[in-house]
């Protein structure tokens, strides 16, 4: 692919703001040389770590460090790219990044280096956004995945997809554009066997994408239910921290505490909040507002009730006002002082845990029975994955599903099943970027974070 040319210089600072040992800043345009002679008074080496002044308009220096130069096209972004690496302080770094913005370069927006690496043909679009899927990784699992997709393992894998797509349309195509010969390509060349084997392909990829998006996303968990029944213990447990207060008064919590926690490698971020009552406390009733708000937005809710006493009406009404496409545990918390034993089973309402947070019994059940409800199961070479990349697979899976249903019959309806397979081939290119819109991909580089 071709560079696309670009009118313009952009700089910005690379490395997370604070302060730090090192700071790097990068710039990005065409015939870069001029402007590091500009900073420097070096023409560096391209790939060479060039010792060098950082020096203001006026020939003093405003920082030393290496200076790195990766003429285009073999650089990140496929135009000559420059690296400044000073001094990781931010009155020095931002005092850098003005000297070349006084140079004529203009400040980068977000994700623009990575998006101008998507454009000028070095990474695809599933590799780009991998790019921001392994600086933001929470997990080890995560970044490994995202690697894997950075790497282009993803990509590959739905470049086969569509080069399979890509021999099914010429087959269709042959036997559409010689009707009056006597031979049935699509017959001779096994074409329904191809596209039977086409969609146990595209459900293996759905599943370990799926599974990516899980490590990439994670589950949210609230932890609901009335005061004193030991969500805050139980966040703790979970946790293995002392984050939330302890006591036996009645509505010691009055806002969400979170905590991220990593079971399998999935990230869980669990949400404790105040105990759900009616109240006069002014403090009180807004936490329990936040409450609500918060098992509104979870994936999960975990309801936690006294094993002592059970599902009494007030747990009803809870349970009645929660949103119905929600996933729900029911756990009976405090088992220690009820004589009874951990254990898992069904209930008519969904699932119950009996478990005791203070003695530590019950919670590895619990961790087992949030990974079955999140889906997810051990699958090799995960792919990180995002909604977006679903949400293209199941479109594509349906086409294919679409293109099968019309085999019975299949010369009177040829036309339609050529589309089916075209439509199927258009939903697996938005994965990569060959047929994304202009504005979905400001959307997605947008989220990318300066510098990158």
Request: glycine share 8%; charged share 25%.
């Amino acid at each position: 692919m071709a560079v696309v040319a670009t009118s313009d210089t952009i700089a910005a600072i690379a490395t997370a703001p604070g302060r730090g040992g090192v700071g790097v800043i990068r710039v990005s345009g065409s015939n870069l040389l001029p402007f590091a002679f500009a900073l420097t008074g070096k023409n560096p080496q391209p790939r060479y770590a060039t010792l060098a002044d950082f020096k203001a308009a006026d020939g003093t220096a405003v920082d030393s460090g290496l200076l790195l130069f990766f003429p285009g096209p073999s650089s990140f972004t496929g135009e000559d790219v420059l690296e400044l690496q000073g001094h990781g302080g931010p009155v020095v770094m931002q005092m850098l990044l003005a000297r070349c913005l006084d140079l004529g370069a203009r400040l980068a927006e977000p994700g623009e280096f990575s998006r101008r690496a998507f454009l000028n043909g070095k990474m695809d679009l599933a590799q780009a956004e991998a790019v921001a899927d392994l600086i933001d990784a929470a997990t080890t699992s995560a970044a490994r995945s995202a690697v894997r997709s950075l790497q282009g393992e993803f990509s590959r894998a739905i470049g086969e997809l569509n080069e399979e797509l890509i021999n099914l349309r010429m087959l269709v195509e042959a036997t559409l554009d010689f009707p009056e010969e006597d031979i049935d390509f699509l017959q001779a060349a096994n074409a329904f066997g191809r596209l039977e084997r086409l969609q146990l392909k595209l459900a293996e990829i759905f599943d370990r994408a799926g599974q990516g998006k899980l490590l990439q996303s994670g589950l949210h968990v609230v932890l609901a239910g009335q005061p004193n029944v030991g969500k805050s213990s139980l966040l703790n447990r979970l946790t293995g921290d002392d984050l939330a207060i302890v006591t036996p008064i009645a509505g010691t919590t009055r806002d969400a505490l979170r905590s991220t926690i990593q079971i399998e490698g999935i990230p869980l971020h669990i949400i404790d909040t105040a105990g759900l009552r009616d109240t006069e406390d002014v403090v009180e009733k807004i936490g329990i507002a936040r409450s609500w708000q918060e098992i509104e937005r979870a994936d999960v809710v975990v309801l936690l009730v006294d094993a002592n006493v059970g599902v009494s009406a007030v747990d009803r009404e809870i349970l009645a006002k929660m949103p119905e496409r929600l996933q729900r545990i029911t756990v009976y918390n405090k088992i220690d002082l009820a004589g009874r034993e951990p254990e898992r089973h069904d209930e008519t309402d969904g699932v119950a845990i009996s478990l005791s947070a203070k003695a530590n019994r019950g919670i590895e059940l619990l961790r087992q029975e949030l990974l079955r409800i999140a889906g997810w199961h051990q699958a090799e070479d995960v792919f990180i994955a995002r909604e977006r990349h679903l949400r293209a697979l199941a479109a594509a899976q349906e086409h294919v599903a679409a293109a099968c249903s019309v085999v019975e019959g299949i010369m009177p309806a040829l036309e339609l099943f050529a589309e089916e397979l075209r439509l199927a081939q258009q939903s697996l290119g938005q994965i990569t970027g060959e047929f994304t819109a202009d504005d979905l991909l400001g959307v997605i580089f947008s989220r990318f974070c300066i510098g990158k």
